[in-house]
């Protein structure tokens, strides 16, 4: 289905979000071990959210998708680009493999979804989803810096985002189908679109590792660059897409986001209108 043209703006809410909205959902993610800062050091409209349970490789839990969740539909108006990085040499192992059993305290664990009848799960599986899903609806350039291990829902939630930096240690695994389950936060998608089915299928069904030198000739990793270099891959790239003038950088990505889920003709009236209403903005703001 292809997605209609979007106007400028974000996947936020239609009002503004309000300083104490934000503080409490920073709050929230917090307590899940995200860590989230609504602009960059100099007030760049750059909100970096940071995986920050080190200690277990950043595995995840339902209470960190629900946080990240909440993130994504209070982003503030204006936000240009979100960054999204991991505390301590891994960037997430994964699901926290205690939900494979007794659960994680407070969390449950999986066996509990799959006593639940077909539209309960099928209603709280999507609501996992969205903390994987609103990285490509939002109208902001996403970028992940992987840094280590990003394992199953490690790897769907990099795979959740435009653009990925890495280093040379990074390395990529998709374990589900080896556990007896599926990739089902939103990553076989994007994983088909960047790599196609047959790599697709097969990167799935062995669970193989894919180091950062094979991601990066696979077409998913941006940039591949020594440890400890990360940063400044980062801040340049960041400068970069900040330099360029945001009405621009929005509709582009729209165009491109969308353009393997359009026709020619469709892509072609896409590109047709989103360069109509940039002209309209530049013949505005010169009258």
Same mark, same amino acid.
């Given at each position: 289905?292809?997605?209609?043209?979007?106007?400028?703006?974000?996947?936020?809410?239609?009002?503004?979000?309000?300083?104490?909205?934000?503080?409490?959902?920073?709050?929230?993610?917090?307590?899940?071990?995200?860590?989230?800062?609504?602009?960059?050091?100099?007030?760049?409209?750059?909100?970096?959210?940071?995986?920050?349970?080190?200690?277990?490789?950043?595995?995840?839990?339902?209470?960190?998708?629900?946080?990240?969740?909440?993130?994504?539909?209070?982003?503030?108006?204006?936000?240009?680009?979100?960054?999204?990085?991991?505390?301590?040499?891994?960037?997430?192992?994964?699901?926290?493999?205690?939900?494979?059993?007794?659960?994680?305290?407070?969390?449950?664990?999986?066996?509990?979804?799959?006593?639940?009848?077909?539209?309960?799960?099928?209603?709280?599986?999507?609501?996992?989803?969205?903390?994987?899903?609103?990285?490509?609806?939002?109208?902001?350039?996403?970028?992940?810096?992987?840094?280590?291990?990003?394992?199953?829902?490690?790897?769907?939630?990099?795979?959740?985002?435009?653009?990925?930096?890495?280093?040379?240690?990074?390395?990529?695994?998709?374990?589900?189908?080896?556990?007896?389950?599926?990739?089902?936060?939103?990553?076989?998608?994007?994983?088909?679109?960047?790599?196609?089915?047959?790599?697709?299928?097969?990167?799935?069904?062995?669970?193989?590792?894919?180091?950062?030198?094979?991601?990066?000739?696979?077409?998913?990793?941006?940039?591949?660059?020594?440890?400890?270099?990360?940063?400044? &891959?980062?801040? @340049?790239? #960041?400068? +970069?897409?900040? %330099? =360029?003038?945001?009405?621009?950088?929005?509709?582009?990505? /729209?165009? *491109?986001?969308? &353009?393997?889920? @359009?026709? #020619?003709? +469709?892509?072609? %009236? =896409?590109?047709?209108?989103?360069?109509?209403?940039?002209? /309209?903005? *530049?013949?505005?703001?010169?009258?």
């Amino acid at each position: 289905m292809n997605r209609p043209v979007a106007a400028a703006g974000n996947a936020a809410p239609d009002q503004p979000s309000a300083p104490d909205d934000l503080a409490a959902v920073a709050d929230q993610a917090a307590s899940a071990g995200v860590r989230v800062e609504w602009a960059g050091p100099g007030g760049e409209p750059v909100v970096t959210i940071t995986l920050d349970r080190p200690d277990v490789r950043n595995a995840q839990t339902p209470s960190m998708w629900r946080a990240l969740a909440a993130v994504g539909r209070v982003l503030p108006a204006g936000s240009r680009i979100v960054v999204l990085r991991a505390a301590g040499p891994a960037f997430s192992a994964g699901l926290d493999l205690r939900m494979f059993g007794e659960g994680v305290p407070g969390e449950g664990s999986l066996a509990e979804v799959g006593r639940l009848d077909h539209a309960a799960a099928d209603f709280l599986i999507e609501q996992f989803q969205e903390a994987f899903t609103w990285w490509a609806d939002a109208d902001v350039v996403t970028i992940a810096v992987v840094q280590g291990a990003a394992v199953g829902a490690g790897f769907q939630l990099a795979l959740a985002c435009d653009l990925l930096v890495c280093t040379e240690q990074a390395r990529f695994a998709m374990r589900e189908p080896t556990l007896g389950l599926v990739p089902d936060l939103g990553g076989t998608y994007p994983l088909v679109r960047d790599v196609g089915y047959r790599r697709a299928l097969e990167l799935c069904l062995t669970g193989r590792w894919v180091d950062a030198r094979e991601a990066q000739s696979l077409g998913l990793a941006l940039q591949v660059v020594p440890p400890g270099e990360e940063q400044a &891959a980062l801040d @340049r790239l #960041v400068g +970069a897409l900040l %330099a =360029a003038p945001d009405a621009s950088v929005r509709a582009t990505r /729209r165009l *491109l986001r969308d &353009a393997g889920e @359009r026709t #020619v003709a +469709a892509q072609r %009236a =896409a590109e047709r209108h989103e360069q109509y209403e940039l002209l /309209r903005g *530049l013949v505005a703001g010169a009258g």
